[in-house]
């Protein structure tokens, strides 16, 4: 015996599956920006943390870890090189990406 076709039953089970769709696509998205303004909102900032990383990848292994004013020279020493920016800005990420890399490299260096 063939089941009668529920358009009421098929049309209810339709708008859950495009509400968790639409969940799936909204978690997504947030991820996505969330993880991305991690490194910094600006292009320029996104800019400085990458330098700041590349810079802390080039620092000698087992290194102390710069001190915030050592930081700021170095920042202010790219950021001459790279001049674009507010440089409030660009010296923050820069700090913030050469920090991550040093503590992820040595987990045991303390700041001095």
């Not at 400085?48 to 170095?74: D, F, S, V």
Request: aromatic share 12%; proline share 3%; glycine share 8%.
């Amino acid at each position: 015996m063939a089941r009668q076709f529920k358009p009421v039953r098929f049309f209810v089970m339709m708008a859950f599956v495009m509400m968790a769709v639409a969940a799936f696509v909204v978690c997504g998205v947030t991820a996505f920006y969330t993880q991305r303004a991690a490194h910094g909102r600006t292009a320029e900032e996104r800019s400085a943390y990458a330098i700041g990383e590349k810079a802390g990848q080039q620092a000698p292994a087992g290194a102390k870890l710069a001190t915030a004013a050592e930081l700021n020279m170095m920042a202010q020493k790219y950021f001459k090189q790279q001049g674009s920016g507010e440089q409030q800005s660009w010296d923050l990420a820069f700090e913030n990406g050469y920090t991550r890399i040093q503590e992820d490299t040595s987990p045991a260096v303390n700041r001095s």
